[in-house]
Every structure is written in C-alpha cells, then in structure tokens.
C-alpha cells in the first residue's frame, strides 16, 4: 500500500507510528474491540479470525508482510471486525488511528492507495465466501487455499514453495471442514503427485491440476 509514495508523502509516513517485533501468538487486537490503531506488517503473518456467538471460529486471512490490518475499521470509525493473532515472529508498525487518518487527509496519493487497499480485500472476501459457498466438496475447497496461499508466496515466480504456519485443525478451519479430511486429502494430493511436503514447506507440483481440482 506504501510503496511509489513521493518523498514527501514517504517522510511524514516514516515519522507516524512506532515499529516493533512481536513473538508468535501475540494478539494485536480482538474482534469488537474499539478501533484505535492500524498495524502494517513489515514481516511475518497474523491469523485475521471471527467468532459466532457460539465460540466457533472462522479464520479469514493470513496477512503477510505489507498487509495493513485494521485498515477498514479505522477508516470507518467502527470496532474491528476480526481478531489478529501473529503466527510466527513478526514486525509490525503500529500508528494511531488519529494520524494515520490525518496522513491519508493530507496526501492524495495515499489516500488512492488505501482505497485500493480496501478493495483488494473486499475482492479477497467475496471468493473466501464463494470458495465456503459453493465449492461442493472439501478437497475443491481446500486445493483453493493451498493455490491462494501458493500464488502468494510465488510473488508471480513459476514455482510455489511455502511455508505452512498452520495446523491440519486451522486448515479445515479455512476449508470448512474437518482435521481429519484435511489429512486425508493432503495425502491424497501428494499420492497423486500434485504437491510435495517435507515438514512445514510445501511445494505446489502441478498449478494446473491443482485448478482443475478446485
């Protein structure tokens, strides 16, 4: 989002907010909490999650390095929509809400990108809700996250290798499905040669039947 910002839009930028490192399982704020900050993420990922009434819990996003979290909620002046948990080590610049507003008030540019920035993610959530919705089986849904995850940590290079920071439990949770399943499939989709995994790194085999799955 910060990036071909001018020198001056650059330096005010540089002068808001305070930088930190945060270990593995640190929460950055919780679901209906008050907005009172935006957190850009310089490196690392957070587990974005919400929350039924009932205690189930839907993880919505794993945000990576230039990703600003909060970013709508601070915008609209409403309490944060999700909960954000780091899953690994993870740098983060924290700036108040207040400036971070002034900032996009005072430069267009930015302002440009943030709308953007929204815009992505209200694209993201419109096919995290069709791949739940109408994805009839768990393997087609759960191929489309291991694609979205691949196609991220690609960076539009022809191989995808990633690490994976999540559990079996916290996949079928994207997915929608069950621990059990998700084992199942992933076996099956390294049977068949469609993705290689050794530890937590995974390597998409075939892009393409990995498509025609999902």
Request: aromatic residues 6%; proline residues 4%; contains cysteine.
């Amino acid at each position: 989002m910060f990036c071909n910002l001018s020198p001056d839009e650059l330096k005010h930028f540089d002068a808001i907010g305070v930088q930190w490192s945060v270990p593995k399982g640190a929460i950055l704020f919780q679901e209906g909490d008050s907005s009172n900050s935006v957190a850009i993420i310089c490196s690392g990922q957070v587990k974005l999650s919400c929350s039924s009434p009932e205690g189930k819990t839907l993880i919505v996003k794993i945000a990576g390095p230039g990703d600003v979290l909060g970013l709508g909620a601070a915008i609209a002046g409403t309490p944060y929509e999700v909960s954000a948990e780091t899953i690994e080590q993870t740098v983060i610049k924290n700036i108040r809400k207040d400036d971070f507003v002034a900032f996009l008030e005072r430069h267009g540019e930015a302002s440009l990108h943030a709308a953007q920035s929204l815009g992505e993610e209200y694209r993201s959530a419109v096919n995290d809700a069709k791949r739940l919705a109408l994805s009839p089986s768990a393997a087609q849904r759960l191929s489309s996250v291991l694609l979205d995850w691949g196609r991220s940590a690609s960076c539009g290079k022809p191989e995808m290798r990633f690490t994976m920071s999540l559990t079996h439990e916290e996949l079928a949770n994207m997915a929608g499905t069950s621990r059990e399943t998700v084992t199942r499939i992933i076996s099956r989709l390294k049977k068949e040669k469609l993705i290689d995994v050794k530890g937590s790194s995974f390597t998409i085999l075939a892009p393409e039947k990995l498509e025609h799955v999902s």
